[in-house]
């Protein structure tokens, strides 16, 4: 495995971890919401996709239902429904 290979993987964890952190309630919410809006946007597809896999390892649960289910009435996870399903 490359060294970029494992750094990316390890990052999924550490992403999968936030967005867990977040969609929880869990941990300092303005670190949360910037750690969100980072993994939102400035992650590549591919990387989005591993980080879904990553989190349904580590949680259980697809990170899209997550959002839905727990986000129901915040804009911001509507938002980013829309974004993901596209």
Do not use: W
């Not at 993994?39 to 591993?50: A, F, H, Q, V, Y």
């Not at 259980?60 to 829309?82: E, I, M, Y």
């Amino acid at each position: 495995m490359s060294s970029s290979s494992f750094q990316s993987s390890n990052q999924c964890q550490i992403d999968s971890q936030h967005l867990h952190s977040y969609l929880s309630g869990n941990g300092v919410v303005i670190n949360n919401h910037q750690n969100l809006v980072e993994i939102l946007s400035c992650r590549n597809l591919n990387e989005i996709k591993s980080i879904r896999q990553s989190y349904s390892a580590l949680c259980g649960q697809d990170l899209l239902h997550a959002f839905a289910s727990t986000q129901r009435n915040n804009p911001l996870a509507v938002s980013v429904l829309c974004v993901s399903k596209t």
